[in-house]
């Protein structure tokens, strides 16, 4: 194992960069624009240009470092070839081939959702775990990824682990961002919470605090519940049913050790995390009853 490695997480506004050594210790980080312009095509010639620039800056020759571990915000096969990546603007692009030949590095590609669970295992909330469920309830969307016995489940092409997909309700009238009809994000991400909120409001009369915030944000619905609010207490623990139930029926199939919880929503914090495990529970099969939760440890 060399020195050093580095890890990119390319999103549709910004890539995060993060230089580290191969203990997993981070050195430094930083964020560089995302450049979507025609298709995304200078995307990873501005990845290479940053690495290179970072490794000038310190003085490190490339034979000190690893290699580049990329999340993407997409299906991505066990070659490292993204298939079709909309926040990107990407087609079919082989990251791991192009940045290969740019850099001179080691690639190393996966979806983000499936990399930051890998992260979570190996340094994280799941740490010293093999079976692990991540979820990420994100401001957008509500990822996922599945370990088992230390293993990505990216599948097929590359979908494998997309837990924000699974349908839970059949008689949802409005569309996911993917088309489908009631997915488990158009209700447990960020965006999901707020929508149920207004639902909820345009519904009832009752007084709640949240009514009168302009701007409703899912943390907006977590602060009011802690401090009591009858609605915001009611919608929380609607948002933890639908996500505990679907969380007990993928531990069905996968019989996680533990399941981690990231994203910005998880901020929520414990009225997050304990509401998702009683439901968890009651749904739970037995031999699965004892999954332990943790909120994620690598922000
Ligand atoms: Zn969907």
Redesign the pocket.
């Known amino acids: 194992m060399k020195k050093y490695a580095f890890g990119v997480d390319i999103g549709g506004t910004t890539c995060k960069i993060g230089f580290f050594d191969t203990n997993g210790t981070l050195l430094d980080k930083w964020e560089i624009k995302t450049n979507t312009e025609n298709n995304g095509e200078s995307i990873l010639s501005d990845v290479a240009k940053a690495v290179d620039n970072k490794l000038a800056q310190e003085a490190i020759s490339k034979d000190d470092v690893q290699g580049i571990g990329i999340g993407v915000p997409g299906p991505v096969d066990s070659q490292g070839v993204v298939h079709r990546c909309v926040n990107l603007g990407w087609g079919v692009v082989n990251v791991a081939e192009e940045l290969g030949n740019l850099t001179g590095l080691k690639i190393k590609v996966g979806n983000d959702a499936n990399v930051a669970a890998l992260g979570e295992m190996w340094q994280g909330g799941a740490k010293g775990s093999k079976d692990v469920i991540m979820v990420t309830l994100g401001t957008g969307v509500g990822g996922g990824g599945i370990i088992v016995d230390g293993k990505v489940v990216a599948g097929f092409n590359g979908a494998g682990g997309e837990i924000?997909?699974i349908t839970v309700n059949n008689d949802e009238i409005e569309a996911?961002?993917?088309g489908?009809y009631g997915?488990l994000?158009?209700y447990t991400s960020a965006t999901g919470i707020v929508r149920l909120a207004k639902r909820k409001l345009a519904k009832s009369t009752e007084e709640t605090s949240i009514r009168e915030i302009p701007n409703l944000t899912a943390k907006d619905v977590f602060d009011a519940a802690k401090a009591g609010d009858a609605i915001a207490i009611g919608l929380v623990d609607e948002v933890c049913e639908i996500l505990g139930s679907t969380l007990s029926n993928i531990a069905c199939v996968v019989n996680p050790e533990i399941i981690v919880i990231g994203g910005g929503v998880s901020k929520a914090g414990d009225i997050l995390l304990d509401n998702i495990k009683k439901h968890f529970v009651e749904t739970s099969f037995m031999a699965c009853r004892e999954t332990k939760f943790a909120l994620a440890g690598l922000g």
């Open positions: 924000g997909h996911c961002n993917c489908q997915c994000e158009q």
